[in-house]
């Protein structure tokens, strides 16, 4: 997802015509409602799963105050994560653990509420701030098996006041406090990827400005066919990085891998890092976005808090000049990031295609 931005688009669909997932539930039909079962090839039982897989682990501390050999490894580490899965998870990143739990809890809390309440911040036609269903198109176009709060954050015009809920009361403060962390880390973390890839450790962070944050907190309700449903559709990320909070209670986070599924098993307090569209033009596709989707559980249900950290609309993003040679052409043409965003939000989640739009050849 690219950080929120309102769209152009006049043919995305009220949210009155789309079901709420946790209403639906509860209403216990007889059989999964057709617009959320999956065609044949998309089905998450029919697809290859490699579970014994696991994603690389990076150890910030090591990063940021071990010993130079530590922190030599931790590099190598990190880069191989990026270079190889575009995925990792990250432990003792400095967030206190306190407030993981309190974003958690009442985020949680929140989508608990009443329809009526939930409903007071709707996710209007044309945007993806609000709560709702995002990135809905068409008619005939298949639902993700999802409730969703998206919110902007940063800079403070992306921000919609009006739909930052007041109950539960403390839901908008813990998110400042918890969104302040995550801006932090995103800086600490693009500081490492700029040095892992020659550059100067601030090279990123000044060529960002104003960096735009935005967050989606994402409820998954039990599902009684989670065979034929996905929680969230293939996609790759149009941030820089995407910082995922997801909760232990099931693992439903998969990153697509040499053509299979790859679970992102929950580590107590970690966050799990990804690499966007955004970073992979900048590198020149050396480190790549990678597709990712949830999964559904029969029992259990799944919250997940996600944010995206992007360059400010108006920087002119392409390859870094310092990456690109007879080795390596140029991949992606240059363009502004504020017309990205509006391509990726005026288009249904559907793998990596958004990047189509970047790519001066679309193999390699």
Known sequence: MAPVLCSSTSSEIRIGDVEDI????RARPTAVPERYVRDTNERPALSTILPSLRVPVIDLSKLVCGTKRQSQEEMAKLTAACEEWGFFQVINHGIEKEL???????????????LEEKEKYPMAPGTIQGYGHAFVFSEDQKLDWCNMLALGVEPAFIRKPHLWPTNPA?????????SKSIRRLCQILLMFISRSLGLSP????EMFGVAVQAVRMNYYPPCSRPDLVLGL???????????????TASVGLQILKDNAW???????????????????VLTNGRYRSVEHRAVTNKETDRLSVVTFYAPSYEVELGPVPEL???????????????EYSRHYVTNKLQGKKTLEFAKIQTSY
Do not use: W
């Open 324 to 338: 690109v040679n007879d080795q390596q052409p140029c991949r992606y043409r240059r363009f502004n990031h504020g």
């Open 233 to 247: 559709s293939p996609h790759s990320d149009g941030s820089a990085l995407t910082v995922l909070q997801q909760d």
């Open 22 to 25: 946790q209403e639906l539930r």
């Open 262 to 280: 790859v679970p992102v098993h929950p580590i107590a307090d970690a966050l799990v890092i990804n690499v966007g569209d955004t970073i992979e």
């Open 100 to 114: 993981l739990e309190t974003m958690e809890r009442v985020a949680k809390e929140f989508f608990m509420l009443p």
């Open 202 to 205: 601030n090279y990123f962070n």
């Open 170 to 178: 403390n839901l908008s403060y813990t998110l400042e406090k918890y």
